[in-house]
């Protein structure tokens, strides 16, 4: 199904870019899991660019965030599976509720198509679509996927298997300490600029994934190709190994060989492409003769809230080796 990921663990999400909450159901999770809220917590404040809740001092935001990713409070509401934070084996069911939508901001996309974004070929896929920043190909429905990706997080947790995702390239930067520089900068010409996340995974017993059809590095690239903005995947040398004879990067497996992990390290990075909507793309959209500057709410560089994401996604797609 086109909203739901995975079979034996299967998450569906649903939910609207501004429509009234972002959600999902977990089915296949185990019973008498205790669920980490405190965890999910700080995960949600990660991909919204802020300050965990007990840091928080007034209104703090990350260079170059959506301001309406900051000023949501992405507080999860159970509706079922659970009780006093444990896993009862039954179907998961969460919301997020949206409280600091503004439709209003994009009235003129009834009428207009963005360059870069879905909203031209959902309209020609499905007849109608919903225009209100993008709605299902919103970058919000993935405060969804955080929370079900910290649950099989914690499942992984307790067979010794760690994921943990980092940001290593904005534009041509690779310089950590300069990546808020770099971003400010675009910014402040009314640009973006695209990043690489780099995701590493340990713990992951020999033997992990398939021979043919289901690779584990197939999985994986599914599960990370899934996220908005998401344009290209590669582990171990990827694709610099074209430039550097066998010889002498043969032994660099990336933690898989065949499609099965070989007990080492699992290494994959992926990249994700600059904002299509920012001041200057869309201050010269032209529609009867008006010009549209109001654009709504968006980061300057995606990269930077996408590492929780790649995080999520890479358990969900691991959580399906276990059973």
């Not at 928080?56 to 260079?63: A, E, K």
């Not at 009780?83 to 503004?102: E, S, W, Y």
Request: hydrophobic share 40%.
């Amino acid at each position: 199904m086109a909203n739901t990921f995975g079979e034996k663990w299967s998450f569906t999400s649903f939910g609207e870019s501004h429509g009234a909450a972002v959600g999902g159901v977990l089915d296949g999770v185990p019973a008498g899991l205790h669920i980490d809220l405190a965890m999910i917590r700080t995960e949600l404040d990660r991909r919204a660019g802020r300050e965990p809740a007990e840091k928080r001092q007034g209104s703090q935001q990350g260079i170059g965030v959506s301001p309406r990713a900051i000023r949501e409070e992405d507080e999860v509401e159970w509706l079922s599976g659970t009780l006093d934070g444990v896993t009862l084996g039954t179907p998961i069911a969460f919301l997020i509720r949206n409280k600091d939508a503004r439709p209003e901001d994009y009235e003129w996309l009834k009428h207009s198509y963005r360059t870069g974004h879905a909203d031209k070929v959902y309209e020609q896929k499905y007849g109608i679509r919903d225009w209100r920043g993008g709605g299902r190909a919103s970058a919000r429905e993935t405060a969804a996927r955080v929370v079900a990706g910290c649950i099989a997080k914690q499942e992984l947790a307790a067979k010794g298997i760690s994921i943990r995702a980092s940001l290593i390239q904005v534009g041509a930067e690779t310089d950590p300490a300069k990546f808020a520089e770099t971003i400010a900068a675009y910014q402040r010409e009314g640009d973006s600029i695209g990043g690489i996340v780099e995701c590493r995974i340990n713990g992951l017993p020999v033997g992990t994934g398939e021979p043919i059809f289901n690779k584990l590095q197939a999985e994986l690239a599914f599960a990370i190709m899934s996220i908005n903005a998401c344009k290209g995947f590669e582990y171990g040398t990827g694709f610099e190994g074209v430039t550097r004879p066998g010889s002498e990067i043969n032994h660099i497996s990336g933690g898989i060989v065949g499609g099965i992990a070989d007990g080492t390290e699992v290494v994959f990075r992926c990249v994700f492409k600059p904002t299509p909507t920012t001041p200057n793309a869309l201050a010269k959209v032209q529609k009867d003769d008006v010009q549209y500057t109001k654009v709504g709410r968006h980061d300057a560089c995606v990269a930077v809230r996408a590492v929780p994401v790649v995080e999520a996604m890479t358990a969900l797609a691991l959580v399906q080796f276990l059973y």
